[in-house]
């Protein structure tokens, strides 16, 4: 995987944790520098952390299915890439709340670290069969993360909630057309 694609990538993983930190800083009162980074780090870690142990365990199974690594790539990358593009839209059309209620406590910001960090879960697992360098691609994503959350962060406090479905709309996007772009090298030869 070329160092635009692991960008995109991890471009495309960050988005939920993007959009979530656009909320948090509209919901939340008095966000310091100090909470901001708190939140980024958060996220950060998460992302870098779930591919990881995906990776892991996609490593056990990925020596049987080697000669379909682009077929596996194709759907995780375009189910995830759905899904958020699916959440994105329907969010579009739904009023906007705020989970925190001014307050960001330690126990909500890792559920909510956790729960955008699913995705790279599974993404784990193709890069697995794909045979990547887990730890630069981990590390890549989790500074990726930790720079647009802490970003999203001040968008909301600033702005409001205009960009977080949009956000997520363009980073499914993006997941599946990298997607595609395996299944298409594998095949197509390109």
Avoid at 95 to 120: F, R, W
Avoid at 129 to 137: E, Q
Wanted: proline share 2%.
């Amino acid at each position: 995987m070329g160092i635009g694609t692991l960008f995109l990538l991890a471009v495309g993983l960050s988005m939920d944790a993007f959009a979530v930190s656009i909320t948090n800083g509209l919901c939340m009162k008095n966000i310091t520098r100090a909470k901001a980074l708190q939140i980024g780090l958060a996220f950060g870690l998460a992302q870098g952390i779930m591919p990881i142990i995906g990776y892991l365990a996609g490593q056990t199974f990925s020596r049987a299915i080697s000669s379909l690594d682009h077929w596996v790539a194709l759907i995780l990358l375009g189910a995830i890439g759905g899904k958020m593009v699916v959440e994105a839209v329907k969010g579009m059309r739904e009023p906007e709340s705020c989970p925190v209620n001014g307050l960001l406590t330690t126990k909500m910001l890792i559920l909510q670290a956790i729960a955008t960090s699913i995705d790279a879960l599974a993404v784990g697992v193709s890069l697995a069969v794909m045979s990547v360098n887990i730890w630069i691609a981990s590390s890549f994503i989790a500074c990726i993360t930790f720079c647009f959350s802490i970003v999203g962060v001040y968008i909301g406090k600033k702005s409001g909630t205009f960009l977080k479905n949009k956000a997520e709309l363009a980073g499914g996007v993006i997941l599946v057309l990298i997607g595609v772009k395996i299944f298409a090298e594998h095949v197509f030869g390109l």
